[in-house]
């Protein structure tokens, strides 16, 4: 199924919109160096929003940047950071950032230690696998030295968020991702997708979930940051595995993120859309 949805990042860190892709606005843009201390001292944010020095505002263009690597995609199609820009009802594969810097672990304790930091609390492997911009037994050098600090300080800013939770997340994925193009082992992957294929999906309330989702990166019948559905959705059984465990380039949902029945539902209006 190497075919199959490939799909941008997300990030884990760092690793989905409807019809866009996030870019750098002008004012996002760091600001100059005699205005950075001004930035520092100034008065509390507002909630949701977040005061930047200069480095957490390169953090920042890093995490809406969607022309890094080989893969158009950002941080920030995967991941909310808690702010008023992410703060939306997109169905997301990657867990939200605003809190991370204070977590144990990431990845499900992939990343512990000196490790977060050395990787961007995991937007390293984002980066590499995702972004194209490494492999994933280089995933050290998918950023530079100065990325990843710049991107440290972004997610320590946003620690201060209201709605960072600096708790460890528990991913509640169905099997350790392989981040490349092999099949998951089937014995693990069988009765998961046939559990998700038992279920009586709703096209209607599909279309919905598609919308918030897939169509981030797929359309029906045009090739967007992945292929359309109308090749890639030829077997909905390894759509319902696509999904589940990831493909390729595709990163997977995890059931906390997306359910068995929303991923019937969006098979079914997959199917309506494609006469199956």
């Not at 199924?1 to 409807?18: E, H, S």
């Not at 941080?75 to 144990?104: E, F, W, Y």
């Not at 710049?150 to 600096?166: Q, R």
Request: aromatic share 6%; glycine share 6%.
């Amino acid at each position: 199924m190497k075919n199959i949805l490939r799909i941008p990042l997300t990030v884990f860190l760092l690793g989905t919109l409807v019809s866009f892709q996030i870019g750098c606005k002008k004012e996002e843009q760091a600001p100059k160096a005699a205005d950075s201390a001004k930035s520092v001292s100034q008065a509390p944010a507002p909630s949701g929003t977040v005061t930047l020095n200069d480095k957490a505002k390169q953090g920042q263009l890093l995490f809406y940047n969607t022309s890094l690597g080989k893969r158009k995609v950002a941080c920030a199609n995967c991941h909310t950071d808690g702010t008023p820009k992410t703060s939306d009802d997109m169905i997301r594969q990657g867990h939200p950032l605003a809190g991370v810097t204070s977590r144990p672990s990431t990845w499900n304790g992939m990343y512990k230690g000196a490790d977060l930091k050395k990787n961007a609390y995991g937007a390293s492997l984002c980066a590499a696998v995702f972004q194209h911009r490494a492999d994933s037994k280089t995933v050290d050098k998918a950023l530079t030295p100065d990325e990843v600090d710049a991107l440290n300080e972004y997610l320590t800013a946003i620690a201060t968020l209201p709605s960072a939770n600096p708790s460890e997340l528990k991913i509640q994925w169905a099997a350790k991702p392989t981040f490349n193009d092999d099949m998951p082992d089937e014995k693990i992957a069988k009765p998961v997708v046939k559990a998700i294929m038992k279920l009586p999906g709703d096209a209607k309330t599909g279309e919905t979930v598609f919308a918030k989702s897939c169509a981030t990166c797929h359309s029906m019948k045009d090739k967007k940051v992945g292929p359309p559905m109308e090749r890639a959705a030829q077997d909905m059984n390894l759509v319902a595995q696509a999904v589940r465990f990831g493909s390729g380039d595709m990163p997977f949902y995890a059931k906390d993120v997306m359910s068995d029945q929303q991923i019937a539902d969006a098979l079914a209006y997959i199917g309506s859309q494609l006469g199956n």
